[in-house]
């Protein structure tokens, strides 16, 4: 408990919750969507916008949430209008997206820049401006999914059914494609580019494997995002080492665990 009164703990404290918001709902469409390997592929195009940001001295979080958004919107329309198939636009964004960071932040002048943070995520490191980054993200999202959850819903489910109804599935597709392009950035302090996708699917198929129910999975994904967010912080903190690593072990060793345990339930 001593550790609540450094402003650090109480900022990665703050950000771990925020994250496990952001993650837990934007990852709950992203699993019901199947759009696993799209999460993937932006989440390390990211790091082309981190080269560039670097290499033009500009904010590197700011650039690598451009680069990730039209990423994300360019495998979109490609895979949509272009006739090319999903999983190929994906991996060209994906492999795009790493060289183009390797290449920027090998020429950009001066000391190279301490990757292993944005690669494995430091959770201690962040500062005021990332929480109100991410306190914005959360507000929006909650607003957007309390005003459009019904037909969110029905385009992550059953995409030719909402089409059917008259939704305007293809204003939500990008709408999600953009949030989820500003989740992974924004979260990157917590686990890193190499990590990330897993906070974002982890605990969605956890809680999915004892209901099916979208609101019960995005709030279990949540809570148990929470849980393993603040695991990893102390032991973070104790044994000097990034916490992304102890979150998704924990994650994972959590899934095994329920997983083991689910037919005892059934009985």
């Known amino acids: 408990m001593d550790l609540l009164q450094y402003a650090f703990f109480q900022n990665a404290l703050i950000g771990s919750l925020l994250t496990a918001i952001a993650c837990g709902i934007v990852g709950t469409y992203i699993v019901s969507r199947r759009l696993v390997f799209i999460c993937g592929g932006i989440t390390h195009a990211s790091f082309g916008g981190l080269g560039l940001g670097f290499y033009l001295g500009t904010n590197p979080i700011l650039m690598a949430m451009l680069f990730s958004i039209f990423s994300a919107f360019g495998v979109e329309w490609?895979?949509?209008?272009q006739n090319v198939r999903e999983d190929s636009a994906i991996a060209g964004v994906w492999?795009?997206?790493?060289a183009l960071g390797v290449i920027?932040?090998?020429?950009?002048?001066?000391?190279?820049?301490?990757?292993?943070?944005?690669?494995?995520?430091?959770?201690?490191?962040?500062?005021?401006?990332?929480?109100?980054?991410?306190?914005?993200?959360?507000?929006?999202?909650?607003?957007?999914?309390?005003l459009f959850l019904r037909e969110i819903v029905y385009v992550a489910f059953d995409r030719d059914f909402a089409v059917t109804q008259g939704l305007p599935?293809?204003?939500?597709?990008?709408?999600?494609?953009c949030f989820i392009a500003m989740t992974i950035v924004l979260s990157i302090r917590l686990v890193g580019i190499m990590l990330l996708m897993s906070l974002l699917t982890l605990p969605?198929?956890?809680?999915?494997?004892?209901?099916?129910?979208?609101?019960?999975?995005?709030?279990g994904s949540?809570?148990?995002?929470?849980?393993?967010?603040?695991?990893?912080?102390?032991?973070?903190?104790?044994?000097?080492?990034?916490?992304?690593?102890?979150?998704?072990?924990?994650?994972?060793?959590?899934?095994l665990a329920l997983k083991a345990i689910k037919p005892l339930f059934r009985r």
């Open 78 to 81: 490609v895979s949509k209008t």
């Open 204 to 219: 969605q198929i956890t809680v999915n494997l004892f209901t099916s129910d979208f609101k019960k999975i995005m709030w």
């Open 222 to 255: 949540i809570a148990i995002g929470f849980l393993g967010c603040v695991s990893g912080l102390v032991l973070s903190y104790f044994l000097n080492v990034p916490s992304g690593a102890f979150i998704i072990l924990f994650l994972v060793v959590l899934f």
């Open 169 to 177: 599935v293809k204003w939500i597709e990008y709408t999600m494609m």
């Open 104 to 146: 920027f932040i090998f020429l950009t002048p001066g000391y190279a820049p301490n990757l292993s943070a944005y690669l494995f995520g430091n959770i201690l490191t962040i500062s005021t401006a990332d929480l109100l980054w991410i306190l914005g993200l959360v507000v929006l999202l909650i607003l957007i999914f309390s």
């Open 95 to 98: 492999s795009l997206g790493m």
